[in-house]
């Protein structure tokens, strides 16, 4: 049972990964289009649905499983699980401000630029390096 859920854990992972790379990619090209154009329109309802139907999902998904991994496994007391825990909190903030800017942009009220975007867009990117370090190597 214990490989079952890993593996469901890591396939919750990469869906929560790949939305939250996609969606600060999405508010790059949301930035350029016009307010109220269909262009705009679109994007918004990309931006909600990604949210909605992918990027929370799977983060609940990826918490629920990775805690019963951790008690199951006896891994909660691990020094790895710990920083990790504390990265995977990080990546669930920034997964709280993605979802308020996608608020943000369905009012156009967007107020950030396409450059801001692009490296808010790097950030996932980094914690997943640090995050899947520390759950294969264990350093402690």
């Known amino acids: 049972m ?21 969606l600060p990619r999405l508010f790059v090209y949301h930035c350029v289009a016009e307010p109220g154009s269909v262009q705009s329109e679109t994007f918004k309802v990309m931006e909600r649905r990604l949210l909605k139907t992918i990027i929370n999902p799977a983060m609940i998904a990826t918490w629920l ?48 630029t396409q450059r801001f975007y692009r490296i808010i867009n790097e950030v996932p990117t980094l914690l997943l390096i640090a995050i899947v370090i520390l759950a294969v190597v264990k350093p402690f």
């Open 65 to 112: 499983l990775g805690i019963w991994l951790a008690w199951n496994g006896g891994w909660y007391r691990a020094g790895w699980l710990q920083t990790k825990v504390v990265l995977v909190l990080l990546m669930s903030a920034l997964h709280g401000v993605l979802g308020r800017w996608v608020r943000d942009f369905s009012q156009d009220r967007n107020q950030h």
């Open 2 to 22: 214990y490989d079952w859920l890993k593996a469901l854990h890591i396939i919750a992972v990469i869906a929560w990964m790949a939305g939250m790379l996609y």
